[in-house]
């Protein structure tokens, strides 16, 4: 291994270490927060929003109150020792196998009826934009999205019927999107991954007191557009399920 890292560039050797010390970092951070915690709540991919009393991660933190953690890969926790899990706008950033590992990851650190909240844009939304009647609401969408994200088309061309081509390739490939789900593809993949008890909720909203008023994709594109695009799944891992 040193020899390795020896041979390699002096970049290399820095993202080498660097990355080290921020998995040692984060590692060091979460057992504080489990140490601390009698109630376990972790938010993936937080991004800038940050909850107290929740292990707040991210793939790349921007400050120290931020744990670095990829959900495309092991979790570096401890298995069943989570009540909840919580990630928004999150998944539709990963291929098929990294929410494979995500959902799995999730299933295997939460305790026996723990559960997971995910807000993420239903395929449902973007395909009703498709066709030739459209509601007031849904072409007000539209031409917001091409004011807002598609700058570099003519604007000649806002006005004719194929405003939802563009927009609907762009949500597609702008952003990191991966794979983007509608509630029956989602449900499916979360029973085929162990979930149980499956249900959606409105944005913000929840039974589960710990689990509401959450969202806040709703900042950056209005409340109004979030509640449009955004389906909320809640599940729980089973109390009586025996991991292998």
């Known amino acids: 291994m040193l020899r390795k890292i020896y041979e390699a560039s002096p970049q290399k050797i820095y993202r080498y270490f660097a990355n080290r010390n921020r998995q040692k970092s984060a590692r060091d951070f979460m057992r504080n927060y489990l140490g601390k915690h009698e109630v376990r709540k972790l938010h993936i991919g937080c991004g800038g929003n940050y909850f107290d009393t929740w292990l707040n991660t991210d793939l790349i933190p921007d400050n120290k109150n931020i ?11 401890p298995k069943g020792s989570f009540d909840y899990v919580y990630s928004e706008h999150l998944i539709e950033h990963l291929s098929f196998p990294q929410q494979l590992n995500f959902l799995n990851e999730s299933y295997r650190i939460l305790k026996p009826g723990g559960k997971i909240r995910i807000a993420t844009p239903d395929f449902n939304f973007l395909a009703n934009l498709a066709g030739n009647t459209k509601s007031e609401f849904q072409t007000e969408y539209l031409k917001w999205n091409f004011q807002n994200f ?86 729980a891992k089973p109390v009586k399920k025996i991991d292998d």
């Open 150 to 235: 598609l700058k570099y088309i003519p604007p000649q061309l806002m006005d004719t019927a194929d405003i939802d081509v563009y927009v609907i390739n762009n949500y597609f490939r702008d952003w990191g999107h991966q794979l983007i789900h509608n509630k029956s593809s989602l449900t499916r993949l979360m029973e085929y991954c162990g979930f149980e008890n499956i249900k959606y909720e409105s944005v913000g909203k929840s039974t589960d007191l710990m689990l509401a008023g959450l969202e806040h994709h709703g900042l950056m594109i209005t409340e109004a557009y979030n509640k449009y695009e955004t389906m909320v799944i809640e599940a």
């Open 67 to 77: 744990a670095a953690l990829d959900a495309a890969k092991t979790f570096p926790l």
